[in-house]
């Protein structure tokens, strides 16, 4: 019977004195005989045995260390993807620098919030806006950082920057607007009873003072201005549930006086008032399912009418802004209690309204103002509590200087707890029951 094993010259007889001898793993001698060639001969029988020259591997050993390395054979590949990839890194350079205007700074803000958040999560406060500049504040928070309610700030759109102002009381709840570059104050809640209390607070010097009292005290109110006098209407005469007062009462700031006016034809609290072409246009509310008719008031004639067509999505807690004439319902919560993102655009002129883009994060009692042609909603309360977030809407989708030139109708903020991994990318509410209102 013929032997069928390897001949004597072939001094390696196993896969494992292979590797051995090339002081490698088997799999990997295994590997190069089927990629480089690795010179054994396979034996002829049922176990398939390997054998090999010990000279044969070390010859073929020394050709390889010859063999130029991988990357000098491609060495024109590697030439062509550089090339590829330092274009296309121009390419995206270019396009960054026109898209923030070729301003250095923007380079390392490029994933930081938009606009900057409020200092302090907070709901039921109000603001307005005095020489370019927003303030905001006197309303609720329960923030582990906060020692109470009241604290107010302002805010620079240019800088983008809050500042920390001085504040008397803790009150929230409460109405403000602006006559003459100061702002008042009205009634609010502190201690769980409504106040009749007025404070003026007088920009320049950072300083707040007393002013006669409200006739009816009351929380959760509405203020207009209309002739530079301040109608204070509606609001919660007690705290908690309660049936809400259609008081109606002008404060005169140069006499720091009031009179009473006609009532409002329905009691409302968590309304909406704007004033706009001579009149103050009041809205939604409560108590019991959120009011849908639009009352109007003409201080001329000390006179109220209710329009027939009643409002398109009923709302309380919403915020209120007048843009170009026009009056934006801002958020708030609905009468299935569900927490609103949506906008509604009145106009006067017409009497038609209008759905215009939804806020990226849904809320309520928020805030808001109009500054140079956009408006900013800022904080409120949504299912994951008091929220400090705050997005600014531009009707034309021109780039606003604190947003780091980014489009689009709404440009946002997210708390700093909340990353955000690209521009654009919308906020989803937190799910959850929906939280009660606040009386």
Known sequence: MANSGPP????????????????????????WEETRGLPVRRSSGPRGRVAARSTDLASWRQAQLQQPPWWRTH?????????????????????????????????????????????TPRGAHFAVTVGGMIYAGQGGSNHPQSRGNGYF??????????????????????????????????????????????????????RWSPRAPMPTPRSNAAAAVANDIICVMGG??????????????????????????????????????????????????RPGPDLDLIDVYDPETDAWTTLP?????????????????????????????????SVDEYDPATGRWREVAPMPT??????????????????GTNQRGYVSVVEAFDPTGAPLASTRGLRGPWSKTVPPTVLIAAKGRRLLPLAGATPRPRP
């Open 153 to 206: 700030d302002r805010y620079d759109p240019t800088t983008n920057a809050w500042t920390r102002l001085s504040m008397p009381t803790d009150a929230y709840g409460r109405a403000g607007v602006v006559v003459d570059d100061r702002i008042y104050a009205f009634g609010g809640v502190e201690h769980a009873a409504p106040l009749r209390r007025v404070d003026v607070y007088h920009p320049e010097r950072d």
């Open 309 to 341: 067509d009643r409002m398109p999505r009923p709302r309380s807690h919403a915020g209120t802004a007048v843009l170009n004439g026009k009056v934006l319902l801002i958020g708030g919560i609905d009468s299935r209690g569900r927490i609103l993102a």
């Open 236 to 285: 919660s005469p007690v705290f908690g549930d309660n049936p809400g007062t259609t008081a109606n009462e002008a404060y005169d700031p140069v006499q720091d006086a009031w009179r009473g006016r006609t009532p409002m034809p329905r009691p409302r609290y968590w309304h909406s008032v704007a004033a706009t072409h001579g009149r103050i246009y009041v809205f939604g509310g």
């Open 8 to 31: 004597p010259e072939w001094d390696l007889n196993s896969w494992k004195e292979i590797a051995g001898f090339l002081k490698v793993t088997e799999r990997t001698a295994q590997r």
């Open 362 to 379: 849904p809320r309520m009692e928020l805030a808001a103002t109009e500054v140079n042609g956009v408006v900013y909603a800022i904080a």
């Open 75 to 119: 060495r024109k590949v590697l030439i062509a993807c550089a090339g590829v990839c330092a274009l296309m890194a121009l390419s995206l350079l270019v396009g960054w620098r026109l898209a923030v205007g070729g301003r250095p700074e923007l380079w390392r803000q490029a994933f930081e919030p938009l606009i900057a958040p409020a200092p």
